[in-house]
């Protein structure tokens, strides 16, 4: 009976790990895909007005919610679905960026999705 219950308490200890490494593994993917901007420092670093910056913030917040769809889709439709929120989200950039300032935030931009693993 002893064996029985030792047993036991190993099997659901060992469970209990597996499920603890795979809750981990998600939510390092999620936060791969959470892609939170500093607007004050973006700001600075392409030199951007006010104006622009709140542009920014409205695209920014569609590109932010797609990449969180992207990082609860099917593995399948997960890479489709980042470089249509990327290309997305450099067109409507590009609307409210001048050339320079859209150069350095493309490459920022792929730069951490590269660094993050999300685009190959």
């Known amino acids: 009976m002893k064996k029985i219950v030792l ?7 060992m469970t209990m790990g597996f499920a603890a490494d795979a809750k981990n593994n998600t ?17 600075n670093v392409l030199n951007l007005t006010q104006d622009q910056i709140d542009g920014m913030k409205d695209i920014h917040k569609t590109f932010h919610a797609e990449m969180m769809n992207a990082a609860t889709a099917d593995e399948a439709d997960k890479d489709a679905m980042v470089n249509k929120a990327v290309e997305k989200d450099l067109k409507y950039m590009s609307y409210i960026l001048t050339g320079k300032q859209m150069e350095k935030y493309e490459l920022l931009l792929k730069t951490t999705l590269r660094n993050r693993g999300l685009l190959k």
């Open 27 to 43: 939510n390092a993917e999620l936060e791969a895909y959470n892609i939170t901007l500093n607007y004050d420092r973006l700001g």
């Open 7 to 13: 047993t036991l308490v190993a099997v659901m200890s």
